[in-house]
């Protein structure tokens, strides 16, 4: 017999317990240079690696500026990890690793893939990213460049191990960044006056909304058994209120219809503050996960 548990976080990732690994590694080397790949609401930053007919992808996303990046690996390397069990990811050898437990899916044209719904990783040891939002912050958040002493990833798994062979990643993250600055000129935002603003909009009725949107578990997901990872991006305006919501399908990267933007339209905000300390038009955003745990039972 199996139990069916349907969960939704909206920006709380957290660490696992720490379990030894000591896997094999298969190491696949670079089949070509970093691109940015730049969509109408989102900025991607891959790779290719391996030979062809055999190829693997390595890509950071990000769908609005943040300290943190969705990170996912895709190729047949990847087809033995499980779901939701735990892995660890490191940069360099002897780096005290991130243990976390990233999703599985597909990734069209490269197959199994391992699914990070955000990192950040420069420090000494990578992080999920619990704020993704960087609420009531200043100055808009940037993706900081791995350590200097970072050549790879690696991501392992009870036996099974994966590094990409990245080399340095040199100018790479900067680019992401330019590009996720972008998007907020898309929106119809003023860049200039949210990099010197002293203070992002702050949720103040998120208990109340985010209960809603996690109790609305979306139809389609528990009929058919699915995970997912969205990315929800809304408008405030100087007033506190939501003059607009978008909900993007990381996996499709296509934006979809979803109950979460309705209850979105009772959220609550104290709104930016440009550098007079005046209140101006701003964006709030965080992702949202939906899991389904089946459980074996006696």
């Known amino acids: 017999m199996t139990r069916t548990t349907r ?16 896997p094999e590694t298969a190491v696949i080397k670079p089949a070509g240079p970093w691109n940015l790949d730049v969509g109408e609401n989102r900025c991607r930053l891959n790779r290719l690696f391996g030979e062809p007919g055999n190829q693997h992808m390595l890509a950071f996303e990000q769908f609005y500026p943040s300290d943190g990046a969705g990170l996912f690996m895709a190729g047949r390397a990847f087809k033995p990890f499980s779901s939701g069990a735990p892995t660890e990811l490191r940069l360099f050898e002897g780096q005290i690793p991130l243990v976390s437990a990233p999703f599985t899916g597909t990734v069209e044209e490269f197959g199994p893939a391992v699914i990070y719904r955000t990192v950040r990783l420069d420090g000494a040891t990578p992080a999920t990213d619990a704020s993704d939002t960087a ?36 100018g790479a993250f900067a680019a992401l960044n330019r590009c996720s600055e972008d998007l907020i000129h898309a929106w119809g935002l003023d860049v200039e006056q949210h990099r010197t603003a002293i203070r992002r909009p702050v949720w103040l009725n998120r208990e109340k909304i985010n209960r809603r949107i996690t109790q609305d578990f979306p139809v389609d997901l528990a009929r058919n058994a699915k995970q997912a990872i969205y990315q929800m991006r809304v408008i405030i305006s100087s007033a506190g209120t939501v003059e607009d919501c978008q909900l993007m399908n990381v996996a499709a990267g296509e934006a979809v219809r979803s109950r979460a933007c309705k209850w979105m339209e009772k959220a609550e905000f104290a709104p930016a503050l440009d550098a007079a300390g005046q209140p101006m038009r701003s964006y709030y955003a965080t992702p949202i996960t939906y899991e389904i745990h089946t459980q074996s039972s006696p």
């Open 7 to 22: 969960r939704a976080a909206l920006a709380a990732a957290g660490l696992l317990a720490a379990a030894p690994l000591h």
């Open 135 to 170: 609420e009531g912050r200043s100055g808009i958040p940037r993706l900081a460049s791995p350590p200097a002493q970072a050549r790879s990833i690696t991501v392992a798994q009870g036996d099974n191990a994966v590094t990409l062979e990245t080399g340095p990643f040199g």
